[in-house]
């Protein structure tokens, strides 16, 4: 079945640093991709999506691309801050079917 | 854009009673939803896919007897957790899938931090 791994956390960073977390995918068809965030005590949000190959979602500074050569959604971003502190999840989707997370990779930015 | 309400955000009940917990799609219908389980520091565990209309879906391992799942209109699917023990507390999380053209979109609950005491 469809599978999502992403990079093994924690991660730990310092402010401005800059971000990656590694996710790749496993699917039959042609999943959209989506990463979201979970704040301390919060439900999940989205971050961004993609839905076809080569595609670039970005918000707030994070940017991923759709990379179906790889099977690739890396999440990055520039320069970090202390908010950006949260567990990061990257998530795949096959027309109105469940989701599929990754384990989640819990990012700790130090100011 | 859509969105998905989830009741109660948290709760907190004595060992032996159960627990209720709506999910309701508040500007679509939702024919599907889907159930999820966090524990600490882990990812999200799906659990079972409520069918309008019919009966849920569970995933392997997930006792249908103790999460009752109903999803009686197009637009609530609830989630009752029977006879809680201290186990069951968790992250409970509800999301429901539509089409936006050829590719999917999930929208999430807030999620219910469910504690048995």
């Known amino acids: 079945g469809d599978s999502v791994t992403q990079m093994e956390g924690p991660v730990t960073l310092s402010e401005e640093a800059f971000l990656t977390i590694n996710c790749t995918y496993t699917?039959?068809?042609?999943?959209?991709l989506f990463w979201y965030v979970q704040y301390p005590g919060e439900g999940l949000q989205l971050l961004l999506k993609?839905?076809?190959?080569?595609d670039k979602g970005s918000n707030k500074g994070f940017e991923a691309t759709y990379r179906k050569e790889t099977t690739s959604f890396h999440l990055e971003k520039g320069s970090v801050q202390v908010s950006d502190s949260a567990v990061y999840f990257c998530?795949?989707?096959?027309?109105?079917?469940?989701?599929?997370f990754g384990q989640g990779t819990r990012l700790t930015i130090n100011p | 854009g859509a969105v998905v309400s989830q009741h109660p955000s948290w709760v907190i009940c004595k060992s032996g009673t159960s627990v209720k917990i709506e999910c309701r799609s508040l500007?679509?219908?939702?024919?599907?939803m889907f159930w999820y389980r966090q524990f600490p520091k882990q990812s999200l565990m799906l659990m079972a896919t409520s069918n309008e209309g019919s009966k849920a879906t569970y995933e392997q391992g997930v006792e249908k007897d103790k999460f009752l799942i109903n999803h009686a209109s197009l637009t609530l699917s609830t989630l009752t957790v029977t006879s809680a023990h201290p186990e069951d507390s968790s992250f409970y999380i509800c999301?429901?899938?539509?089409?936006?053209?050829?590719?999917?979109?999930?929208?999430f609950g807030q999620g219910t931090r469910l504690t048995v005491v």
């Open positions: 993609a839905t076809k190959a080569d």
């Open positions: 998530a795949l989707i096959q027309g109105a079917q469940k989701l599929v």
């Open positions: 699917a039959t068809g042609y999943p959209s």
């Open positions: 999301s429901a899938s539509i089409l936006q053209g050829v590719s999917g979109k999930a929208f």
């Open positions: 500007d679509f219908q939702a024919t599907t």
